[in-house]
T-cell receptor, first 113, second 118 residues
């Protein structure tokens, strides 16, 4: 059962525009969320995170928004750059257990120059 | 930043062979390491969690006798796929975390191992 879902497998955006990647989750016990970026033949690299006590976290061009009532989070990249082209994974963890991460299926972002 | 080295990056071998994958944290001590498996067009699925010096905790449905995990030191964990068969072909990724505090110790990933069993 997929507890973290990324319903858009791919997204294409023009350079300079905003990229919005979406993620939904089903487990209300999740309280910490992360975005990872993955290039081909490499492991995921951490991008940005947000705790459930916040609804927004910003780091440079990257902003993550969390809507707990809708169990939805999104990653905004603005302005988008060609080097942002990669697969983006949303991940979530709960406050119990070993803080395992549950990953979405990923969204492939292509930024067109 | 934190670096995790995973080796080998690709393995092609015959059915029945046992394959060992190494995961090393290069510039930090990893109290916890995680092993994931990724099927094509699917998400990363956690297989097991290992803490240094103790037995690994396996996720439901993962055979512990099939996937042997050893976390003998704070910088090295190994995953051995025993008597591998074609259905074990997959992309395996390890990650390491430096502290128990999840926000202070995020998971840092290796580059993965593509395992192909003929």
């Amino acid at each position: 059962d997929q507890q973290v879902k990324q319903n858009s497998p791919s997204l294409s955006v023009q350079e300079g525009r905003i990229s919005i990647l979406n993620c939904d989750y089903t487990n209300s016990m999740f309280d910490y969320f992360l975005w990872y970026k993955k290039y081909p033949a490499e492991g995921p690299t951490f991008l940005i995170s947000i705790s459930s006590i916040k609804d927004k976290n910003e780091d440079g061009r990257f902003t993550v928004f969390l809507n707990k009532s809708a169990k939805h989070l999104s990653l905004h990249i603005v302005p988008s750059q060609p080097g942002d082209s990669a697969v983006y994974f949303c991940a979530a963890s709960g406050s119990t257990g070993a803080n395992n991460l549950f990953f979405g299926t990923g969204t492939r972002l292509t930024v067109i120059p | 930043g934190a670096v995790v080295s995973q080796h080998p990056s690709r393995v092609i071998c015959k059915s029945g062979t046992s394959v060992k994958i190494e995961c090393r944290s290069l510039d930090f001590q990893a109290t916890t390491m995680f092993w994931y498996r990724q099927f094509p067009k699917k998400s990363l699925m956690l297989m097991a969690t290992s803490n240094e010096g103790s037995k690994a905790t396996y996720e439901q449905g993962v055979e512990k006798d099939k996937f042997l995990i050893n976390h003998a030191s704070l910088t090295l964990s190994t995953l051995t796929v025993t008597s591998a068969h074609p259905e074990d072909s997959s992309f395996y990724i390890c990650s390491a975390r430096s502290t128990i505090n999840r926000e202070g110790g995020r998971q840092h990933f290796g580059d993965g191992t593509r395992l192909s069993i003929l």
